[in-house]
């Protein structure tokens, strides 16, 4: 198989770093165009220019997603420079935990301002482009905790749920104009977070045995890695997946509704290795 990306013009939102970086540098090792952009300007700065030595052409700019009027002017820019849009990677935004007794519901708005509204608004600036050419892929990266709820960390829940539903909403409305809209929902995806989870279980654990109790809820038996993702965003990008729209792929290894029971998991192995330090003492 040949996915041939090489005259593509391509923007991923949040590509400084983890798995819009990865999904940036494939696009690039295939010769498309590639537009990143994120909220520091120093980060999204660095990685342009280290895409620059793969693709076709590089475009970064600090970009606030929560700002309309910015990220019009954005995929403007790109749009113009290349002469239209193919491919936009919904990629920005970060998850969130809170229950009800430690969350405010500004702070749910936020979120979502951030997630569901970042996403719409990035929509709504390149369909345009991509219905006066009639072709385009949108690809959201999205998280397993939306598409099979969570007993905690409600804003990423509901918040990422919505984008799920956005996905699937406008890859039913926008196929009719060549415009293909898919979710990939992410599941323990090692991006360096699971080194600030680990350093926040405290003294007395082991990362082996942290990295095993992460483990038991996910059947393949491993973190994923950003180029995971990456693959399969090349493979809904191109030709083969020209009959795919409004699915949403869980790339979680496995892991399904044992999601569920993660954070439960996480306090049993916290009290245990409480009792065990007691014993130690």
Known sequence: MNIDLSAKR???TGGSRGIGLAIARAFASEGARVAICARSEQAVREAGQALTER???VIARAVDVTDSAAVQAFVSEVAQAWGGVDVLVNNAGQGRGGNLDTLTPEAILEHANVLQMGHFRFVQAVVPYMREQRWGRIIEINALAGAIPTPDGIPSVINRASCIALSKTLGMSLPKDNILVN??????I???????????MGPGVSREEFDAMVMKVVPIGRYGKPEDVAGM???LASEYAS???AAS?????GMGGQIA????????FAAMIKARNAQQA
């Not at 979710?183 to 323990?188: D, E, F, I, Y």
């Not at 090692?190 to 926040?200: A, I, V």
């Open 10 to 12: 391509v923007i991923i």
């Open 55 to 57: 693709a076709q052409a």
């Open 183 to 188: 979710s990939l929902n992410m599941g323990w």
């Open 190 to 200: 090692d991006t360096g977070q699971w080194d600030r989870h680990y350093k926040e």
């Open 233 to 235: 965003v090349l493979f």
């Open 243 to 245: 009959f795919i729209s």
């Open 249 to 253: 792929i869980d790339i979680a290894g």
């Open 261 to 268: 029971y993660f954070p439960q998991l996480k306090r049993d």
